[in-house]
């Protein structure tokens, strides 16, 4: 069961507790760290097509086994020289996918996994951050395969209590929400026309101390 509480009518910005298990989360790191995964985040610019570094983000990211690419052929990901461990993170990846499709659809919103992006795992330290941006795209050059990400869900795998930075923040909305582990947080980049919200605008806050740990989960 998995609660939902409105945070803000606009972006139909919700809050989901539950949504996910520690143990899956703390899986995703495991297995993301064993295969050297993690690199600094990358950054797109719109209108480009080429990823840049900028101080805007600093933070370091794992792109995950996309289901998609491997429906039916899990045989031949056995066959790799860590084959156990990408089979456990394709399994992993597959849950959430699902598990996020079901819950737009069980909201009123048909949705199918095939809808939903890589999954990317995220880790801030201390100081690290994501400034304004906005997760819809302007250009289709700078999106997987010329989607476009209507909602976003953020699944926290960290928990800071609130004055330990790492909030995620719409500053056009003057909300603020801070990570705790199991939980996400839910939110419309588009309008209901279809074209972007730039009140969508949001941000990561670096934490104070420790580490902020995230998975991205863009949905067509």
Same mark, same amino acid.
């Given at each position: 069961?998995?609660?939902?509480?409105?945070?803000?009518?606009?972006?139909?910005?919700? &809050?989901?507790?539950?949504?996910?298990?520690?143990?899956?989360? $703390?899986? !995703?790191?495991?297995?993301? /760290?064993?295969?050297?995964?993690?690199?600094?985040?990358?950054?797109?610019?719109?209108?480009?097509?080429?990823? #840049?570094?900028?101080? #805007?983000?600093?933070?370091?990211?794992?792109?995950?086994?996309?289901?998609?690419? &491997?429906?039916?052929?899990?045989? /031949?990901?056995?066959?790799?020289?860590?084959?156990?461990?990408? +089979?456990?993170?394709?399994?992993?990846?597959?849950? #959430?996918?699902?598990?996020?499709?079901? !819950?737009?659809?069980?909201?009123?919103?048909?949705?199918?996994?095939?809808?939903?992006? *890589?999954?990317?795992?995220?880790? &801030?330290?201390?100081?690290?951050?994501?400034?304004?941006?906005?997760? &819809?795209? $302007?250009?289709?050059?700078?999106?997987?395969?010329?989607?476009?990400?209507?909602?976003?869900?953020? +699944?926290?795998?960290?928990? +800071?209590? *609130?004055?330990?930075?790492? /909030?995620?923040?719409?500053?056009? +909305?003057?909300?603020?929400?801070? *990570?705790?582990?199991?939980?996400? !947080? #839910?939110?419309?980049? !588009?309008?209901?026309?279809?074209?972007?919200?730039?009140?969508?605008?949001? /941000?990561?806050?670096?934490?104070?101390?420790? $580490?902020?740990?995230?998975?991205?989960?863009?949905?067509?």
């Amino acid at each position: 069961t998995v609660a939902l509480r409105t945070l803000h009518a606009e972006l139909q910005l919700t &809050y989901a507790h539950g949504l996910v298990a520690a143990e899956e989360l $703390e899986a !995703l790191v495991r297995l993301a /760290e064993s295969r050297g995964g993690f690199r600094r985040s990358p950054l797109r610019r719109q209108h480009s097509d080429g990823v #840049i570094k900028d101080d #805007i983000r600093n933070s370091s990211s794992c792109p995950l086994l996309w289901p998609m690419v &491997y429906a039916g052929r899990a045989h /031949e990901v056995a066959a790799a020289a860590n084959g156990a461990a990408l +089979l456990e993170e394709l399994s992993l990846a597959t849950r #959430i996918s699902e598990r996020v499709a079901d !819950l737009f659809s069980r909201s009123g919103m048909p949705t199918t996994a095939a809808h939903v992006e *890589p999954l990317q795992l995220v880790r &801030y330290q201390a100081s690290e951050l994501f400034g304004p941006h906005h997760d &819809y795209h $302007e250009s289709p050059s700078s999106s997987v395969q010329g989607e476009q990400r209507s909602f976003t869900v953020l +699944l926290f795998g960290s928990t +800071l209590p *609130p004055g330990s930075g790492g /909030e995620t923040r719409f500053p056009l +909305l003057d909300v603020s929400v801070s *990570p705790r582990t199991g939980d996400a !947080l #839910i939110w419309a980049n !588009l309008l209901d026309d279809g074209t972007p919200n730039v009140r969508s605008l949001h /941000e990561g806050r670096p934490p104070a101390s420790g $580490e902020k740990l995230a998975v991205n989960v863009w949905v067509a």
